[in-house]
C-alpha cells in the first residue's frame, strides 16, 4: 500500500499489501448522538473490516456505554502481532505510513470534535515512541481508562469492565 485512502469512513480496515500492518480500524456503532471517539493503542491484533478480536470487542463495548456513535482506532505500531513485547520502534513496527495514519486520525477526529482515548499500556521497550505520540496529542484533551503505576494509559483488556473514561493526566 503506498497511501492511506483519504475517505476513512464507514466499517473499515486499511492494511499494508502484506496484510503485516494494519493502520485503521473503524466501527459504527448504533446510536444517533453523532459523537466520534479515537482510541490510540500500542498495536493491532486480529480484527479487520468484518470481525472484531477482543480488544475490539471490548473498546466498541466501553465507547457505546460512553455514547459514541463511531469508533475509530490507530496504534502506536502497525504491526499486527499478538505480544506486544516482540515489538521494537527500530524493526519498522513504526514506520511512515503508520505516522500517517496517526495525522490522518487526528484530522478526522479534530473535523468531528470528538474525544481521543489512549489505551496503550505499559511498555518499557516503546517509551521513545509513547513521547512521539503524545507530542503530536498536545492539542488534544486526552481520556484514557486510568493509570497504570508508570503512569502511562491502561489497556483495555487489563481493566474491569466497568471502568470509565477518565482524563489522562500528563
Given at each position: 500500500?503506498?497511501?492511506?485512502?483519504?475517505?476513512?469512513?464507514?466499517?473499515?480496515?486499511?492494511?499494508?499489501?502484506?496484510?503485516?500492518?494494519?493502520?485503521?480500524?473503524?466501527?459504527n456503532?448504533?446510536?444517533?448522538?453523532?459523537?466520534?471517539?479515537?482510541?490510540?493503542?500500542?498495536?493491532?491484533?486480529?480484527?479487520?473490516?468484518?470481525?472484531?478480536?477482543?480488544?475490539?470487542?471490548?473498546?466498541?463495548?466501553?465507547?457505546?456505554?460512553?455514547?459514541?456513535?463511531?469508533?475509530?482506532?490507530?496504534?502506536?505500531c502497525?504491526?499486527?502481532?499478538?505480544?506486544?513485547t516482540?515489538?521494537?520502534?527500530?524493526?519498522?513496527?513504526?514506520d511512515?505510513?503508520?505516522?500517517?495514519?496517526?495525522?490522518r486520525?487526528?484530522?478526522?477526529?479534530?473535523?468531528?470534535?470528538?474525544?481521543?482515548?489512549?489505551?496503550?499500556?505499559?511498555?518499557?521497550?516503546?517509551?521513545?515512541?509513547?513521547?512521539?505520540?503524545?507530542?503530536?496529542?498536545?492539542?488534544?484533551?486526552?481520556?484514557?481508562?486510568?493509570?497504570n503505576?508508570?503512569?502511562?494509559?491502561?489497556?483495555?483488556?487489563?481493566?474491569?469492565?466497568?471502568?470509565?473514561?477518565?482524563?489522562?493526566?500528563?
Amino acid at each position: 500500500m503506498k497511501s492511506l485512502p483519504h475517505n476513512m469512513t464507514g466499517r473499515l480496515a486499511v492494511f499494508s499489501a502484506s496484510g503485516k500492518n494494519r493502520y485503521w480500524l473503524r466501527r459504527n456503532l448504533t446510536g444517533d448522538t453523532g459523537k466520534h471517539v479515537l482510541w490510540i493503542m500500542m498495536n493491532p491484533s486480529r480484527a479487520n473490516d468484518t470481525s472484531n478480536d477482543a480488544t475490539t470487542t471490548m473498546t466498541t463495548n466501553i465507547s457505546r456505554r460512553h455514547g459514541y456513535d463511531v469508533h475509530g482506532v490507530v496504534n502506536l505500531c502497525a504491526v499486527i502481532e499478538a505480544d506486544s513485547t516482540k515489538l521494537t520502534a527500530t524493526d519498522g513496527a513504526c514506520d511512515l505510513l503508520n505516522d500517517q495514519a496517526i495525522n490522518r486520525a487526528l484530522s478526522w477526529i479534530r473535523r468531528q470534535s470528538g474525544d481521543v482515548v489512549i489505551a496503550w499500556g505499559a511498555s518499557k521497550h516503546l517509551k521513545q515512541r509513547e513521547a512521539q505520540v503524545l507530542k503530536q496529542l498536545r492539542r488534544h484533551n486526552l481520556l484514557c481508562l486510568g493509570h497504570n503505576s508508570d503512569g502511562s494509559p491502561r489497556f483495555p483488556r487489563a481493566i474491569r469492565r466497568d471502568v470509565n473514561l477518565t482524563a489522562f493526566i500528563r
